[in-house]
Structure formats: C-alpha cells, structure tokens
C-alpha cells in the first residue's frame, strides 16, 4: 500500500511554471483524494529555466526522495530530453547506488534514462505514467484505463497483469485553462498485434523511448549525451539482454520511418535483437506512422523467429498502462495479455 509519493522533475521543470498551476493543483486534488500523501521535493517546481540549469539539483531531489524513509513512491512529473546530465552527480561517488531503497519509481519517455540508471542498481521499476500527463489530464476524469492501473499499484505495490485499451485517444492539441472538463475524441483500439513469431513469449521488459535510447548513441540532439552514456555504462550490453523482452515506444515528436529506422538499426548494432525473448512496441501518438512501424519493425530486425508484438497502450499514446521492470512476464498475444510475477513458462 503506497501512502506518500514524492513528486520529482527529473527532466523538465515544467510544473513550476505558472501556466500550468492549474493542471497541477487538478493533480494533486486527484492524489489527496486516493488518500495519498504529496511531497513535492525542494526542487521540483523551480521552472524550466532553473532546472534546466541546474541538474544537480535535480539529483539531489532523487536522492532526498529515495533516502525518505516516510516516502513510499516516487512519481515523476513528466519527461523531457536532457536527465541524461544527471548522471555524474548520481554515479561519480555512487551517489544514487547509496541512497537506493526499495521504493516504487514510475515514469516514462525520458525517464526511460533513469529506468536504466536504477536497472544497473538492480532496482525494478515501473513504467508507463508520470504526474502531468496522466494524474494531471484535464478532461472530465483520468482516463479510465490509465487510471485502473494507477491505482492498482498504489493499493497493491505493483501490477499483475495488462490487457489491451478498448479505445485509444487522440492527441490533446491545447491545455489552456478553458480546456478543464473536454474530451478528446476517442476510436476503438484493435488490441495487442503479433507481427512475427511465437504468440507466447516470456522474460523481464526492460526498455522504454526510443527516442531516448537513439540518442544515447547519437548526438544530433546533445553531443555530450552518447559520451556521458557510454562513460557510465547505461545502456546494457548483449549479455544483460539476455532472455529479456525489450520495449519500445515512441514520443510525441513522433520520429519519421527514417528516424524510427535509424534508432532499430543503432539497437541492432548492439546485439539487442540477439539477446532479447521478444519484443513490445508501443502504440504510436495519434497512430502516426503505426503502418511504416510495423513493417521497420520486422525489416531491421530481420529476424522471423523473434517474436514481435505491435500496438501495446503504453508510453506517449493515450490511454496508459503501466508495466513493471525487473520481474518475470509471460507474454500471450493469442489471449491479448501480460502476466506479471508468474514462473517462466515455455512457448507452447
């Protein structure tokens, strides 16, 4: 049972900002009344131009929350592109490897760096929402959907299974104040896609944006990003891939063919597709580029016997699942789910 969450901005200080203030107190009015406790760590609201500035004191807050002994969760309030700086203040002096206890860490799209910064903790984490854009969502209510499975980890500590969406949403073009109460408009979802291979598959997801993971290798967007990466070791290596399931997702700059491509053939250069059980894409934003996905999907990998499944509702489309990282998963695209924390079955 979670009973005080700690928010944190790891990427972007946005929710400091004063034009979202609105959204945020929808927020933390919809936390209150699950009967949690909200910190706010020292930093977190600070704005964009002062995070942006100061990355240590964005470590400070992750460290801070982790060392709580009163926080149970800690929530991130939205990605953004660069917590990739992060990483000599949490690993110089093993910072974060001294301060990490058993907490729930839930995040996504930038964040996907800091899944992996705990995954060389040996941490599982969660992944699949943040604060702004899902606790935060200004239509009527949470979406149903994502709001099932936040609340499941909050009473139970973690998730035991992901089904698929009956509707996907599309993407919210404004998030002004007069907003507040409007949906967006909705179309039926087709469920979890096997584009290759065995229905059934089994290991722990690892993974995340793959946005993120591309520009850990390539520095179009920050040259320092693939130094600091490969210095500190983030991305695993072939043999920590081993029998894994690797997620995939993409963001909301939704990445051209080219690009989407680009970032499958760097990940294959790393001997990922060798190594994993299978493989989860995520449902794009908006289903931009969903046709060009699968197909690059299955052409780079160029691997028919490695199972592929097309279309999960997690990361940057909405609805949102979470999915946990680190403990056993069973893969059924035949029975449209994923069980979590079972023994590991073989494909029949």
Known sequence: MIRKIAVVSLSSGIIGEEFVQFEVEIGLRRLQEFGLQVQFMPNARKGLKYLAEHPEKRAEDLLQAFRDPSVDMILCAIGGDDTYRLLPYLFDHDELAHAVTGKVFLGFSDTTVNHLMLHKLGLPTFYGQAFLPDICEIGPEMHPYTRQYFLELITTGGIREITPSPLWYEERLSFKPDQVGTRTPSHPNQGFELLQGSPVFSGKILGGCIDSMLDMFDGARYA??????????????????????????????????????????????TGVFDSVSGVL??????????????QLLVEVIGNPALPIVFNLNVGHAMPRCIIPFGI??????????IRFGEEKEEAQ
Do not use: N
Not at 328 to 335: E, F
């Open 224 to 269: 320092d990003m693939p130094v600091l990466c490969k210095k500190y070791h983030l991305f695993p290596d072939a043999r920590d891939w081993k029998g894994r399931i690797l997620l995939l997702e993409s963001s909301e700059e939704k990445p051209s063919p080219e690009t989407y491509r680009k970032a499958l053939e760097i990940l294959k250069q």
């Open 281 to 294: 894409a995520g449902k794009p934003m908006d289903e931009t580029y969903a046709d060009e996905y699968r």
């Open 328 to 337: 056993s998963a069973r893969v059924d695209a035949d029975r449209q789910i």
